[in-house]
C-alpha cells in the first residue's frame, strides 16, 4: 500500500485544525460583558460599534455572515456571497478577525491575544481555518498559507495547505 501525499494532506490538515482549537483553549477569550455582535443571513447588512468595538457582518443571495469582538478595543469583519458561511471572533485586544465564504466555502477567522491578525478566506466549497496568538498572524487566501509571530495555525481544504507556529517550532 503506498501512502500519498492525499494521505499527509489529510493528517497535515488535522493536526491544524486541532492546534487551532487547542490555541483557543489554552488562551481563552476576551469579556463577554463586553462583546459587540453582528449576524447577518441572506442579503443582511449589519454593522455595529460600541466605544473602539466594531463588528460588521455581510451576507448575499443564500449566505451567513457573523462577526464577533469580545474585546472593548477590536474589529471582527465577516462578508458572505453565493452561498457561503463567513465567522470572524476578535478575542485580543487591538487585533482584528476578518473572514469571508464565497461560491459555498466557508472561512473561520479567530484572533487569541492582542495585536494580532487572522484572515480566512473560504472558496469553492472549501473551508478555511486561521487563528493567531498574540503579536500574531494567521492568513489563509487564495494566495497562499502564512502563520506569523510567535503562535498561529491555517489550514485551507482547497488547496490542502496549512501552518503551525508555537514559538520556534515552525510548520508549513
Do not use: K
Amino acid at each position: 500500500m503506498r501512502i500519498g501525499s492525499l494521505f499527509f494532506r489529510v493528517v497535515f490538515g488535522i493536526a491544524a485544525v486541532a492546534a487551532a482549537f487547542g490555541l483557543t483553549s489554552l488562551l481563552g477569550g476576551g469579556h463577554a460583558a463586553a462583546s459587540t455582535n453582528c449576524t447577518a443571513n441572506d442579503n443582511q447588512r449589519v454593522e455595529r460599534a460600541n466605544g473602539q468595538s466594531h463588528c460588521i457582518a455581510n451576507a448575499g443571495p443564500g449566505s451567513r455572515a457573523s462577526a464577533q469582538d469580545t474585546t472593548n478595543n477590536g474589529a471582527a469583519l465577516a462578508v458572505a456571497t453565493t452561498g457561503g458561511t463567513a465567522t470572524a471572533q476578535n478575542n485580543g485586544v487591538n487585533s482584528s478577525a476578518l473572514a469571508s465564504g464565497i461560491h459555498r466555502g466557508n472561512g473561520y477567522a479567530y484572533t487569541m491575544g492582542p495585536y494580532s491578525t487572522s484572515v480566512a478566506q473560504g472558496r469553492s466549497g472549501g473551508t478555511t481555518v486561521a487563528v493567531s496568538g498574540a503579536a500574531g498572524g494567521a492568513f489563509a487566501t487564495g494566495d497562499g498559507v502564512a502563520c506569523l509571530g510567535s503562535m498561529a495555525a491555517t489550514y485551507d481544504t482547497t488547496t490542502g495547505r496549512g501552518c503551525f507556529r508555537w514559538g520556534e517550532l515552525y510548520v508549513h
